[in-house]
């Protein structure tokens, strides 16, 4: 499921958000922000202080920055399948949600899904090409319910499917897993959903359990998108 978040320039998540985020996804967490025409990474952290005492020394209050803790669905939980992900050397991202087809047991969706997709055609077209109405829109259709955000080295933010997060105090979350009522943990995952909602399984939306089948609207309108994406 994992938490995406960014942080505009002026705005800093609390502690408790930062610790429950954690928490509740607890595979490997990450930040990332743009300085001097440069993209900094720090990711593949294990321990909540560890993570927190790296965060604080970097003194990003008044930096954009991305914010990322992972819980495992497909690849190993390692430091290689943490966010957020170069794109580019210019390009960083992170992702929340599953992306169909993409990913295996040794490799996470989302690095499969930039090394296959997204890099080459960055590469290719430019940063630029996050602001192409088409590209976005396409994108967004193949990932259906997933949200992802780019940071650029000039500290630019860029997001598919921003609307299906939602903005706390400026700051942009990709679910509500940063507050103190879920529970969503390794051991004990559904304990946060209510009597009468479960996960799509395809995407991992919180779907009605009442509704028919065992999948949300979106994945049971679309079929599987294949990994020969291209855009020309």
């Not at 294990?46 to 803790?69: G, M, P, R, S």
């Not at 169909?100 to 090409?129: A, C, Q, Y």
């Not at 509704?211 to 979106?218: A, N, S, V």
Request: charged share 20%.
């Amino acid at each position: 499921m994992c938490i995406a978040i960014n942080s505009p320039k002026g705005t800093e998540p609390t502690k408790k958000a930062l610790k429950e985020s954690f928490n509740n996804n607890p595979h490997g967490g990450g930040f990332a922000y743009a300085k001097d025409g440069f993209i900094i990474v720090k990711k593949g952290y294990e321990l909540f202080k560890d993570f927190y005492e790296d965060y604080k020394k970097a003194n990003i209050q008044n930096i954009n920055k991305l914010i990322h803790f992972r819980i495992k669905t497909s690849g190993k939980i390692n430091y290689e399948n943490c966010h957020p992900f170069y794109v580019t050397t210019n390009l960083v991202m992170i992702h929340n949600g599953i992306i169909s087809n993409f990913g295996n047991s040794e490799v996470s969706d989302t690095r499969e899904f930039i090394s296959m997709v997204l890099k080459p055609i960055i590469l290719k077209h430019g940063i630029n090409i996050l602001n192409n109405e088409t590209f976005v829109n396409t994108v967004s259709e193949i990932i259906g319910n997933s949200k992802l955000v780019f940071l650029d080295n000039k500290g630019n933010t860029y997001y598919i499917n921003k609307d299906l997060g939602h903005k706390n105090k400026g700051i942009w979350y990709s679910n509500d897993s940063y507050m103190s009522y879920t529970k969503y943990t390794p051991n004990n995952q559904f304990d946060y959903l209510s009597i009468n909602e479960s996960f799509c399984g395809d995407c991992s939306q919180i779907i009605d359990k009442s509704i028919d089948g065992k999948y949300c609207e979106y994945c049971t309108e679309y079929e599987p998108k294949y990994k020969g994406f291209h855009f020309s």
